[in-house]
C-alpha cells in the first residue's frame, strides 16, 4: 500500500522544540504560596513520581453531553489519539443535571454511578461528592457531580452570574482528587487542565499532597482561550489557603508543572504581543507569561475527513478540469437551499434568501459560532456584507448560542441590518444539527471566520468540505488558511485572509481596541480601527466574489482545501503533548 509522507517539519515546530527543551521549573511561585517548608514536603513527594508510570487525567468543563465551542471536540479526539499512542487516559468532567443531553444520558443508562454521595474537604471548602463514569468513548470518562453546583441549563458557561462559574470551578478542582483517591488512583498523577476552569488543579492537587489524600501530582495547562476570572481573598482562604494572585490563573500559573501551552503558535506569541490580548485581556498575566511563556500545538481536524465529492471530481479538478466538481458543488448548493428555505419557518428565524430556482449566481457565504461580541467579529461581516449592491451576495448566519429574550439586544444590531436586505441574509438564532450545520457548509461558497481573535479555530471544516474560508489574520486561523500569494492567480491558496490596513495606535490605548469593545456594537462604525477592518472585509468578500464568478479558480480553491487537510493531524499534535509531558514528568520538579 502506497504511504502518504509525513508533513515536512516547518517553523512552528522548531519554534515548538526550542521552547520546550529550554522550559525550566521555577520555585519562585511554590515558595510565594507555600514557603520553604512546604516546599521541601512537595518537593520530597515529587521524588516518588514515576514518569513510565504516569496517568494523564483530563480537566475539562465541556464534554460529550455538554458541548459548546473547540473544547469539546479536542476532548472528543485528543484523548482518543494519546491512548494509541501508549499513554494512560482519564477524563475528569462535570456532571451538569439540568443539561438536556445529561438527563438523555440518564435515561438511556449511558452513566453508570461508580462513586455514591459522600462528604469530602479540601483546604476549608468541604462538600458532598458523586461520581458517574461512561466507558463507551475514547477514555474512561468521569462525571463528577456535587450537590447545589453545576446547575447550568443551556451550556457549561450559561449563568447569569460569573460567579456561579467560579465556585463550579473551584469545587470540581477541590473534589476531583478525592474522586481518584476513591477510585484507586493517588500517585503518578499528570493532570491536564484545559481553561481556566480546570487551572485550579494545579493548587488544590497540592492541597490534596499534603494532606494525604494524594501521594504525588502534577499540573500541565492548555488555554484554549485567553479567559481568565477573578477570585477574592475570601475564596481563596477558603479553596487554597493564602497564595498570591487576584485572578485564577494568576494564582495557578506559577505552580504549574510543565510547559505552558495554547492551541497555535501564532496564538501563543498573540498572548503575549498582540495588541487586544496584551493590553485588554492578558495584560495581568504577562508576568506568569515571561516566566512560562506560551507554547502553541496545532490541534488536529474537528470533523472527520470525509469528503462528499467523487473521486473523479477530485482527479479532474487536480489536473485543472473542475467542471465535475462545480457541478457537485451546485448540487449541493440547491440542497442547502432548500433547507434554507424550510429553516426560514422556526421560530425565531430572521431574514430571507432568494429561493433556489432564482439563486444561481451569486456567491453564498455561511457564518456560525456563539453570539460573542468580544470575540467573534461577526458584526463586522454585516457591515462589510452592506458594500456590495443588493442581490449580488447572500449571507447565512447561524449564532448558535442565541438565547431568545436573552439575547434579544444583540440581535437587534444584526435583525435590522438582515430586514434591510431581504432575500440577502437569513439568520438562525438557534442551534442546528450536525447534519443541517454540513448542509449549510457544504452548499455554501465560502465559510467566513471573522474573529478579532481565535486560537485555534475551524476553518478545517469549510475546507473538508469543499468550502473556501475567508477570515482575519489572526492566530490559528493564519495556520489554516492559505491566501493567494498575488492578485491575479489563486495558485495554491485555500481561502482568503484580510487585515486592517491602519495601525492600532500605541500599547496603552489598546491599539483601539478598548474603543471597540467598549461602546455598543452600533456605534463600533465610528472606531477608526474598526472601520479599517470592516472595508478590509468587503475587500476580502469582493475578492472572494470574483474568484466564485471564475469557476476554474474556485474549483481550484476547492480541491486545494480539500487537500491541506493532511497537515493538520492529531497524531502530530499527540507528539507533541507527550513532550510537554516528558517535560512535567522528568523535569518538572526540583533536584537538590
Not at 169 to 182: E, G, H, Q, R, W
Not at 307 to 333: N, P
Request: one cysteine or more; a negative charge.
Amino acid at each position: 500500500m502506497k504511504t502518504r509522507a509525513p508533513a515536512p517539519y516547518n517553523d512552528r515546530d522548531a519554534l515548538f522544540t526550542a521552547k520546550v527543551d529550554a522550559w525550566q521549573p521555577l520555585p519562585r511561585g511554590f515558595f510565594g504560596a507555600y514557603g520553604r517548608g512546604g516546599f521541601d514536603i512537595l518537593n520530597g513527594r515529587e521524588r516518588g513520581f514515576d514518569a513510565e508510570r504516569r496517568r494523564i487525567v483530563f480537566l475539562a468543563f465541556e464534554n460529550r453531553y455538554a458541548p459548546l465551542g473547540g473544547l469539546a471536540a479536542v476532548m472528543r479526539h485528543l484523548p482518543a489519539y494519546l491512548r494509541r499512542s501508549g499513554e494512560e487516559v482519564l477524563i475528569f468532567t462535570p456532571f451538569y443535571p439540568n443539561i438536556a443531553r445529561f438527563k438523555e444520558a440518564m435515561a438511556g443508562g449511558e452513566l453508570e454511578l461508580i462513586l455514591p454521595p459522600q462528604e469530602f474537604q479540601s483546604s476549608s471548602y468541604k462538600g458532598v461528592v458523586s461520581c458517574y463514569v461512561n466507558n463507551d468513548g475514547p477514555a474512561a470518562a468521569y462525571f463528577v457531580s456535587i450537590d447545589g453546583r453545576f446547575t447550568a441549563s443551556l451550556n457549561p458557561y450559561s449563568y447569569l452570574d460569573a460567579s456561579d462559574i467560579l465556585d463550579d470551578s473551584l469545587a470540581f478542582c477541590a473534589a476531583v482528587p478525592f474522586v481518584l483517591k476513591k477510585l484507586g488512583v493517588d500517585r503518578d498523577i499528570l493532570f491536564h487542565a484545559h481553561d481556566w476552569e480546570a487551572a485550579p488543579i494545579a493548587l488544590t492537587s497540592k492541597i490534596a499532597v499534603f494532606s494525604g489524600v494524594l501521594e504525588n501530582a502534577r499540573t500541565v495547562l492548555t488555554l484554549h482561550n485567553s479567559f481568565d476570572s477573578g477570585i477574592d481573598a475570601e475564596r481563596k482562604r477558603l479553596f487554597f489557603g493564602d497564595v498570591p494572585g487576584d485572578t485564577v490563573l494568576q494564582c495557578a500559573l506559577p505552580l504549574l508543572n510543565g510547559p505552558l501551552t495554547t492551541v497555535s503558535a501564532p496564538f501563543a506569541g498573540e498572548l503575549c504581543a498582540d495588541p487586544l490580548q496584551r493590553t485588554i485581556f492578558t495584560n495581568h498575566l504577562q508576568a506568569g507569561f515571561s516566566e512560562n511563556p506560551p507554547i502553541g500545538i496545532e490541534n488536529g481536524m474537528f470533523g472527520k475527513p470525509y469528503l462528499r465529492y467523487t473521486h473523479t471530481a477530485l482527479s479532474h479538478a487536480r489536473q485543472g478540469a473542475c467542471g465535475k466538481i462545480l457541478a457537485e458543488k451546485a448540487r449541493f448548493r440547491v440542497e442547502t437551499l432548500a433547507f434554507v428555505k424550510a429553516a426560514s419557518r422556526r421560530e425565531g428565524a430572521i431574514g430571507s434568501l432568494k429561493d433556489a430556482a432564482a439563486d444561481t449566481g451569486r456567491p453564498i457565504f455561511f457564518m456560525s459560532g456563539r453570539l460573542d461580541l468580544m470575540q467573534k467579529g461577526f458584526d463586522v461581516i454585516f457591515h462589510a456584507i452592506q458594500s456590495f449592491p443588493v442581490g449580488e451576495a447572500g449571507l447565512i448566519f447561524c449564532p448558535s448560542s442565541a438565547d431568545g429574550a436573552r439575547s434579544s439586544k444583540e440581535l437587534a444590531f444584526f435583525r435590522e441590518i438582515a430586514e434591510s436586505r431581504l432575500g440577502d441574509i437569513v439568520i438562525w438564532p438557534f442551534r442546528i444539527s450536525t447534519e443541517e450545520y454540513v448542509s449549510a457548509v457544504l452548499g455554501s461558497s465560502f465559510l467566513l471566520m471573522p474573529s478579532f481573535y481565535e486560537p485555534f479555530g475551524a476553518a478545517t471544516e469549510g475546507l473538508m468540505h469543499g468550502t473556501p474560508v475567508v477570515a482575519r489574520a489572526t492566530g490559528g486561523l493564519t495556520v489554516q488558511v492559505r491566501p493567494p500569494a498575488g492578485e491575479e492567480s489563486v495558485g495554491a491558496a485555500t481561502g482568503l485572509l484580510y487585515r486592517e490596513s491602519i495601525g492600532g495606535g500605541d500599547a496603552e490605548a489598546g491599539g483601539g481596541w478598548r474603543d471597540i469593545l467598549n461602546v455598543p456594537v452600533e456605534e463600533r462604525i465610528n472606531v477608526p480601527l474598526y472601520e479599517s477592518m470592516a472595508n478590509e472585509a468587503f475587500g476580502a468578500l469582493k475578492r472572494a466574489a470574483e474568484i466564485f464568478a471564475d469557476g476554474p479558480a474556485y474549483g481550484r480553491m476547492m480541491v486545494n482545501g480539500m487537500d491541506s487537510l493532511r497537515a493538520f493531524s492529531w497524531g502530530a499534535a499527540v507528539e507533541k503533548y507527550r513532550r510537554v509531558y516528558d517535560a512535567a514528568s522528568r523535569r518538572g520538579f526540583f533536584d537538590e
